[in-house]
């Protein structure tokens, strides 16, 4: 059974860097695994991801230069960093992973997700 399970969220301020990371099992190094967010009303959208086994990234526009996806060295945590963060980023953060997605696609598997409010 896969299980994701995420940890990092919480109060912070405007301009401030953040860590997420999400521990994994049940699931192989193929995977890709990844982030979306849900801010308060409005749709869930993609956040980053990346391919376990080759490390090939990718994230939306808005991102882009402000969030990095890893792995960590033993391969065992799929950590987020996201810097200067703003307060319309506002959201519930949330693990995502499989097997037979895109990096950019949909995911079967979902971690229960992270508060992470920013204070303006």
């Known amino acids: 059974q896969v299980q994701l399970v995420e940890s990092g969220g919480g109060l912070v301020q405007t301009g401030a860097s953040l860590r997420l990371s999400c521990a994994a099992s049940?699931?192989?190094?193929?995977?890709?695994r990844g982030w979306f967010r849900q801010a308060p009303g409005k749709e869930r959208e993609f956040g980053a991801a990346?391919?376990?086994?080759?490390?090939?990234?990718a994230y939306p526009d808005v991102v882009k230069d402000r969030f990095t996806i890893a792995r960590n060295n033993a391969k065992t945590l799929l950590n987020l960093h996201r810097h200067s963060l703003k307060p319309e980023e506002t959201a519930v953060y949330s693990c995502?992973?499989?097997?037979?997605?895109?990096?950019?696609?949909?995911?079967?598997?979902w971690g229960q997700g992270t508060q992470v409010p920013v204070s303006s």
């Open positions: 995502v992973a499989d097997s037979e997605s895109e990096l950019r696609g949909q995911y079967r598997y």
């Open positions: 049940g699931i192989f190094d193929g995977d890709n």
């Open positions: 990346v391919s376990w086994a080759v490390g090939v990234t």
